[in-house]
């Protein structure tokens, strides 16, 4: 079964209790949150004041991209405050062993581990992943450049997804596909091995966001 993760990124934050809510109702599985520095990505997006505020809005699990330098500084603070899932990219990560077992040490506020997350940028090989392939539970494989939502779907994410599957093996770690998914590569993506679908501007950026949503999933599962 594919999960849907509706990305706030492209909600409207004058209103993202409503946005929020919407996607909820809609059966999204889990909120995205994308947390830039300025640094690691050339944009700011929130920190957590806004994820207080979505935490109090939602029961859905809370799926936290970050893309920051130093990640391992926050994670705790991440999760104290209401994170089910933390993502810290390979490519600001020297010791990225110790930061996804960190992470997985670190308790969720409704119970259980933090999931641990790895982000590859477009240009990141999966081998980095090789060696630590037993310390995760999550791969975010980006198709496009973190930074920004509204962007265009890298095709090249294909053969990449296919290749991450084989060498997961029959572990039971999620693929996460994010940047410019839309309805048209819901079924290819499946197709190639994603088990959860980012979706930022497809979805609050739809006149109706619960309808684009289901016919993500629809076409993810036709
Ligand atoms: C990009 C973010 C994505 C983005 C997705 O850096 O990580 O999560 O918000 O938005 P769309 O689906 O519009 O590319
Ligand atoms: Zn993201």
Redo the contacts with the bound molecule.
């Keep these: 079964m594919i999960k849907i993760a509706p990305?706030i990124?492209?909600a409207d934050f004058g209103i993202l209790a409503e946005e929020i809510a919407r996607a909820e109702a809609a059966g999204a599985d889990q909120i995205?949150i994308?947390v830039m520095d300025g640094r690691f990505?050339p944009n700011i997006t929130l920190g957590f004041p806004i994820l207080d505020a979505i935490r109090k809005r939602t029961r859905l699990p809370l799926d936290l991209?970050l893309?920051i330098v130093e990640p391992e500084k926050y994670l705790a603070e991440f999760a104290a405050r209401g994170a089910d899932m933390l993502t810290v990219h390979v490519e600001a990560c020297p010791h990225l062993q110790r930061t996804l077992t960190s992470i997985r040490e670190l308790a969720a506020r409704r119970g259980g581990p933090v999931k641990a997350g790895a982000g590859l940028n477009p240009a990141t090989p999966p081998d980095t992943l090789e060696w630590v392939k037993d310390d995760l539970d999550i791969v975010l494989v980006m198709s496009?450049n973190?930074?920004?939502?509204?962007?265009k779907f890298i095709p090249a994410v294909y053969p990449k997804i296919r290749q991450i599957r084989t060498m997961l093996g029959t572990r039971g770690v999620d693929v996460s596909i994010?940047?410019?998914?839309k309805v048209e590569h819901a079924r290819p993506l499946a197709e190639h091995g994603a088990s959860i679908l980012?979706?930022?501007?497809?979805v609050f950026e739809a006149e109706d966001p619960a309808k684009a949503i289901r016919e993500l999933r629809a076409a993810a599962e036709a």
């Design positions: 990305s990124l492209s995205h994308d990505v991209h893309m496009v973190p930074g920004f939502g509204g962007q994010d940047g410019g998914v980012v979706a930022g501007s497809a």
